[in-house]
């Protein structure tokens, strides 16, 4: 009686490895496009919010002091600050990932009047537009001159 020995070839197994290659392949560009989609979601919902927190302490503050968002690339983080972003008095941050790039006009800096909350750029009243954006995606946040802020959705 003959004794088999059972096991795999190396063509069966040379043709799993090269199935689960391909398998990867096909799927890691999906899952990091959705990584990056999420991101860019967690970020714009942070900023969003961000904005209406600092509105809203500029609206109900006793001392009339300005809020601020200060909008920091290099450090990937939105700061709400009173005072100046570079020395607050005070600062709340947020993170968002390094693969978000936040762009805004007229400025970074986005300030909100005491008292009535509209968003300033020096002394005078402004809109903003802000836009995070990441590879082909991006999201708009929009601040008009009466101090209403909308969220926009591009891609």
């Not at 209406?52 to 709400?80: H, P, T």
């Not at 005070?90 to 006009?105: C, G, M, N, P, R």
Request: aromatic share 6%; with cysteine; proline share 3%.
């Amino acid at each position: 009686m003959k004794k088999f020995k059972s096991g795999f070839t190396l063509i069966e197994v040379s043709l799993v490895i090269v199935l689960i290659s391909i398998i990867i392949a096909i799927t890691t560009p999906l899952a990091i496009d959705t990584v990056v989609k999420v991101d860019l979601n967690a970020a714009h919902e942070s900023l969003y919010g961000a904005l209406l927190r600092a509105q809203k302490l500029s609206r109900i503050q006793d001392m009339g002091q300005d809020w601020k968002v200060c909008i920091d690339n290099n450090n990937k983080a939105f700061k709400i600050v009173t005072g100046e972003c570079n020395n607050p008095d005070y600062s709340e941050t947020l993170e968002f990932a390094s693969h978000i790039l936040v762009t805004s006009s007229p400025s970074l800096d986005i300030s909100f009047a005491a008292i009535d909350g509209k968003p300033l750029n020096g002394s005078n009243n402004t809109s903003f537009n802000i836009t995070l954006s990441s590879r082909s995606n991006s999201k708009t946040i929009n601040i008009n001159e009466a101090g209403i802020i909308n969220k926009t959705v591009n891609n």
